[in-house]
């Protein structure tokens, strides 16, 4: 545990440091410790309004299109979400805007001094939003789950809403390793007699079950509302409205629908109109984010003949859906330059892409949970023996090669980790 003591006037890399080794255990589940910190803080209430967010993928898309609806209707909007790809500041936005380094730097002063337990690094910064939120006089908080639900430090928050966006098998240590008892984990959020929105089709019985006990009012896909592509626009439907040639979402699409799901079950008067603008608007870094031509204005080695493709996916159900997207896209070769976490199950990331990819670039990645190079093309060439790859020290090391060797019509797709997707846009700010 961390006994040094810090001030307003270190500076926020200094107190992330400090927050990393505040307490014996990096994730350490559970909400007895911050809920008590919570209550003595008064921050259990950041809002009139609140929204949590759980799921294994497609949580901080829906939490931006939902924030992006939410400020047309007038109203004022914090959202909480992790992890960052750059900068920390990053997981907070208050209306649309990150806040400067000493909003953090005072939030984090004050806890530490009134703090009356040991906290992680996630507990800190979840504390330090709710604290954030609650000064700015917001309408509404939107939460991303963390990790799970029923154990995560934003449940010390009663949502007025909870939304589950898709189910898979992810942090098995940590939320088992089937569907059901994942969803179980996810549907903790969930509060009894408030709506609960079920964005994955495959809904596992155990979220149903617990929707039932609680009373909850279940607003679920495929059941109770649905969408579809046709013709180029996106259609959504439930047994009371309909939504008719909308335009396509910058977003995933089923997070779009489940977004939309969301803001008609909320008591805000949410029109066709404002999902509409919202549909056009709300996107993601690193979300399959093709990147343009302003994107590398700055950079000032060669410049990429190819397209360059950066996603975040770090796990089998996002490698899916990224496999789907590029399948729809791909002209010529693909060459990834791909890495993950050492905890990550790098087979099921691997093998929905294996034969959509041509070539494999591993790198390492400098970070807490990072493996090297050499151990991701293990693993890989183990999972993909017929895979052609190789290794790199970083991102660093391969980028300027591929960029000179890609054709046109190629793709350059940088993926696998928060991590991987954050040390290349360094690299192209360097």
Same mark, same amino acid.
Request: proline residues 6%.
């Given at each position: 545990?961390?006994?040094?003591?810090?001030?307003?006037?270190?500076?926020?890399?200094?107190?992330?440091?400090?927050? @990393?080794?505040?307490?014996?255990?990096?994730?350490?589940?559970?909400?007895?410790?911050?809920?008590?910190?919570?209550?003595?803080?008064?921050?259990l209430n950041p809002a009139p309004y609140v929204i949590t967010v759980a799921g294994t993928n497609g949580k901080g898309s829906t939490c931006r299109f939902l924030e992006v609806a939410l400020m047309k209707l007038g109203l004022k909007v914090g959202v909480y979400s992790s992890p960052h790809l750059i900068r920390y500041n990053e997981r907070v936005r208050i209306n649309g805007r990150l806040l400067d380094d000493q909003a953090h730097i005072d939030s984090f002063a004050e806890i530490d001094q009134k703090k009356t337990a040991s906290l992680t690094y996630f507990e800190f910064s979840t504390l330090s939003a709710l604290k954030l939120f609650k000064e700015a006089n917001l309408d509404v908080v939107i939460l991303e789950v963390g990790l799970g639900g029923r154990l995560d430090a934003t449940n010390i928050v009663d949502p007025n809403l909870a939304v589950i966006t898709s189910i898979d098998i992810d942090h098995v240590a940590f939320l088992g390793d089937n569907r059901e008892d994942i969803g179980r984990e996810k549907a903790g959020i969930f509060?009894?007699?408030?709506?609960?929105?079920?964005? @994955?089709?495959?809904?596992?019985?155990?979220?149903?079950?617990?929707?039932?006990?609680?009373?909850?009012?279940?607003? +679920?896909?495929?059941?109770?509302?649905?969408? @579809?592509?046709?013709?180029?626009?996106?259609?959504? +439907?439930?047994?009371?409205? +309909?939504?008719?040639?909308?335009?396509?979402?910058?977003?995933?699409?089923?997070?779009?629908?489940?977004?939309?799901?969301?803001?008609?079950?909320?008591?805000?008067?949410?029109?066709?109109?404002?999902?509409?603008?919202?549909?056009?608007?709300?996107?993601?870094?690193?979300?399959f984010q093709q990147l343009q031509a302003a994107d590398f204005a700055h950079f000032s080695g060669h410049k990429p003949k190819a397209q360059v493709i950066i996603d975040v996916g770090h796990n089998p159900h996002a490698a899916r859906y990224l496999a789907e997207r590029l399948q729809a896209v791909k002209k010529a070769k693909i060459f990834a330059i791909f890495s993950c976490l050492e905890d990550k199950e790098l087979s099921g990331i691997v093998q929905p892409l294996a034969g959509i990819i041509d070539e494999w670039h591993c790198v390492g990645l400098d970070c807490w949970r990072g493996q090297s190079g050499q151990a991701v093309y293990d693993k890989l060439v183990n999972c993909l023996p017929n895979a052609t790859a190789c290794v790199y020290e970083n991102v660093d090391a391969i980028a300027p090669m591929l960029f000179e060797q890609a054709e046109r019509k190629d793709i350059i797709l940088v993926f696998g980790s928060f991590h991987t997707v954050a040390d290349f846009v360094l690299y192209l700010e360097k």
């Open positions: 545990m961390n006994s040094k003591t810090l001030s307003r006037a270190d500076n926020l890399q200094t107190w992330l440091d400090y927050l @990393e080794h505040g307490h014996f255990k990096a994730i350490d589940m559970g909400l007895e410790r911050i809920k008590s910190v919570a209550s003595n803080l008064d921050l509060r009894a007699n408030i709506p609960v929105i079920i964005g @994955e089709p495959d809904c596992p019985q155990s979220i149903l079950a617990i929707a039932q006990e609680l009373n909850s009012q279940k607003f +679920q896909r495929n059941v109770d509302w649905q969408y @579809e592509v046709k013709d180029g626009a996106f259609y959504w +439907q439930s047994q009371t409205q +309909q939504f008719n040639t909308l335009p396509m979402p910058l977003i995933p699409i089923p997070n779009a629908g489940t977004a939309i799901a969301t803001l008609l079950k909320t008591p805000f008067n949410v029109s066709e109109q404002v999902i509409r603008e919202t549909l056009q608007e709300a996107q993601m870094t690193g979300r």
